[in-house]
Nanobody
Framework: QVQLVESGGGLVQAGDSLRLFCAAS????????MGWFRQAPGKEREFVAA????????LYADSVKGRFTISRDNGKNTVYLQMNSLKPEDTAVYYC?????????????????WGQGTQVTVSS
């Protein structure tokens, strides 16, 4: 079992940067693909980014490609989401998730564990 706790959210202005953190419990963190999702009010939870177990492969949604970077430190049981050039449409609750897969899934149902989320608000 994996427990995930996100942090790093906040209120920023358009064009600013923010770094999200997701701390995982357990000794098997490196055996999970990790992903970030987000959910804006009234919208479905959507895929943002995913990273392979050793960090060698990443995948991004088109809406964040070139602005967001996902990374992980298996020694610290932590996955990060660096968000640059933030836009008001990036406003959402951001969730990290863990999947016991060998590929990089983009669908919510493929992920086994979820954090509680952290709010990101981008003002114009």
């Amino acid at each position: 079992q994996v427990q995930l706790v996100e942090s790093g959210g906040g209120l920023v202005q358009a064009g600013d940067s923010l770094r999200l953190f997701c701390a995982a419990s357990g000794r098997t963190f490196s055996s999970y693909v990790m992903g970030w999702f987000r959910q804006a009010p009234g919208k479905e939870r959507e895929f943002v980014a995913a990273i392979s177990r050793r960090g060698g492969s990443t995948l991004y949604a088109d809406s964040v490609k070139g602005r967001f970077t996902i990374s992980r430190d298996n020694g610290k049981n932590t996955v990060y989401l660096q968000m640059n050039s933030l836009k008001p449409e990036d406003t959402a609750v951001y969730y990290c998730a863990a999947a016991s897969k060998i590929f990089l899934p983009t669908m919510r149902d493929a992920y086994d564990y979820w954090g509680q989320g952290t709010q990101v608000t981008v003002s114009s």
